[in-house]
């Protein structure tokens, strides 16, 4: 069994030196690639998000708190309130 073992891995050894230069050539090629590719790509990148507000939203009640109202006092209302929440303050101090 140990025999069996180690003249597997005496094989493998050989098969790999015999294709050495293609291994390294591979290796050598790829660190260039890779490099060559950092370089040209661009150093800053931007990300934008966008949000679909759907009116048939307002009128289900069970979307009624996850709904955006149009009107800004109302939301001003609920910005003031979800400030000043013990959740929001905890995670301030």
């Given at each position: ?14 098969i790999i030196w015999?294709r ?9 090629l790829?660190v260039?690639?890779?490099s060559l ?11 934008h998000?966008?949000i679909?507000?759907?009116?048939s939203?307002?009128?289900n009640?069970?979307?009624e708190?996850?709904s ?11 910005l ?10 905890f995670?301030?101090?």
């Open positions: 069994m140990g025999t069996i073992i180690w003249g597997n891995i005496y094989r493998f050894i050989e015999r050495r230069y293609y291994l390294g050539i591979s290796i050598i790829a260039l690639i890779a590719i950092s370089m040209v790509t661009p150093k800053r990148y931007g990300s998000t966008s679909l507000v759907q009116e939203s307002l009128l009640p069970f979307l708190d996850l955006v109202s149009f009107n800004l006092e109302d939301r001003m209302v609920a003031r309130v979800l400030v000043h929440s013990r959740h929001i303050l995670t301030v101090a």
